[in-house]
């Protein structure tokens, strides 16, 4: 199966992650995960990209000059309760392993905190960041992945849009991922998710 495909099947047991970066929301509705049959008896037929791409290294640094983002990439894979980990320290960005490597067809995934008791996160300026500003992914084999960000969304942790996060693309793309809006002190995190969306460049 296609990393996409995989992380396009845990997107519902991982819908945790992106939906708090690490704080469990309350139950929303139950997402469909891209490629799910349209109807019952009428399934849809599997995603299939004719061309082939060669395997690409894992991301070893992120790098964003818009937002002097330059960071070491840490590798990020699911908790025992089935939430995608984030990142151990604030200022540095995590990439889900278990989804396409930058470089890769289908959407890669990098996380990072958008702040903390200490100060600022790494993606504290991802909200407001413009189309057209580029993103250079490093990786272990000294070759590196360039994109450049074409739509930036705030969207409530609850109306998370898995299907459209996940959606397996014939092109390599990238999700930047992080939490914006107001704080719910009550609940000790962000109301809101920002999702960076970017094409390669």
């Not at 519902?12 to 704080?23: M, Q």
Request: with cysteine.
């Amino acid at each position: 199966m296609p990393p996409y495909a995989r992380i396009s099947a845990l997107a519902a047991l991982t819908l945790g992650l992106l939906a708090g970066l690490g704080t469990r929301p309350a139950p929303a509705r139950q997402p469909s995960p891209a490629g799910q049959a349209a109807a019952a008896g009428h399934p849809r037929p599997a995603f299939h990209a004719d061309r082939t791409y060669d395997a690409v290294a894992a991301p070893v640094r992120l790098r964003i000059p818009a937002l002097h983002v330059d960071s070491k990439v840490q590798r990020l894979g699911l908790r025992t309760d089935g939430t995608i980990a984030v990142p151990d320290r604030t200022d540095v960005a995590g990439w889900y392993d278990q989804g396409p490597r930058p470089g890769q067809p289908g959407p890669a995934v990098i996380l990072g905190h958008v702040d903390s008791t200490t100060g600022p996160g790494i993606f504290i300026g991802l909200a407001a960041v413009q189309p057209g500003a580029t993103v250079r992914i490093d990786r272990s084999d000294g070759t590196y992945a360039a994109f450049r960000i074409t739509h930036v969304s705030r969207v409530p942790k609850v109306e998370f849009p898995t299907d459209v996060v996940y959606a397996p693309t014939l092109d390599p793309t990238l999700r930047l991922v992080t939490c914006g809006g107001s704080f719910d002190r009550a609940r000790g995190s962000y109301r809101d998710n920002v999702i960076a969306f970017a094409d390669p460049a």
